[in-house]
């Protein structure tokens, strides 16, 4: 009996470090963030980091932020370009995310813990791409109270949160997003989009070569971000 359970715990273990190994291999194998996105953490005084966030703040800060989520197994300085623009032309502060494992899966509640942390902010707005935006649609569903507003790049609402208080955007040809969207308010279609060019990672494995750089499709979701939180922000 004694070797019996020996030889099971010998062989719950050995799966245990198989699948840990297995684990390690699949989220060490994530997109970088290219150089331009590396540029932006160099800006100046606009940009800094704190721990696992990166702070971008605007010439003219307020009392708003946004939160954003990455896409899965996407490094977080990946968003740097979109977030300075965000921050510069809507006037508010973006806090991106860095998540465990490159993975928002792993920290859908990181948000509560960021809006604790700044007391001077009262208005927040909740964000990501792919995965992330997913994550940040289940937070944003589960803590209405705490989220103005929700921007979703390459994702659709996911939970119960309101679509009037939502803004997705995604590119034409990702289909994947296009076909899970039931809704059609705040919706913005980026036409010759693709799924990876609103973070700076270079291609993504599956996703269609777009027929825009992905500086036009950033300038596009900005314009259209600057609008929704314009709109809402009233006169």
Known sequence: MKNRRTRILIGLLALILVLSSVFLLYVSDYYRADAKARAVLQAGPTVRT????????SDLPGDTALVFYPGAKVEAAAYLPILEQIAQRCSITCILVTMPFNMAIFDVNAAGRIIGQFPDMTTWYLGGHSLGGAMASAYAAGHPQQISGLILLGAYLYGDY??????????????????????????????????????????????????????????????????F?????GP
């Open 162 to 227: 309101p679509v009037s208080d939502t803004l997705t955007i995604y590119g034409s040809l990702n289909t994947s997003v296009a076909n899970r969207i039931s809704y059609t308010e705040n919706v913005v279609v980026i036409e010759g989009g693709n799924h990876a060019q609103f973070g700076n990672y270079g291609k993504q494995k599956g996703d269609p070569d777009a027929t825009i750089s992905a500086k036009t499709q950033q300038d596009i979701a900005v314009a259209a971000i600057q609008a």
């Open 50 to 57: 704190d721990g696992s966030l990166v702070i971008l703040t």
């Open 229 to 233: 939180l314009t709109e809402r922000s």
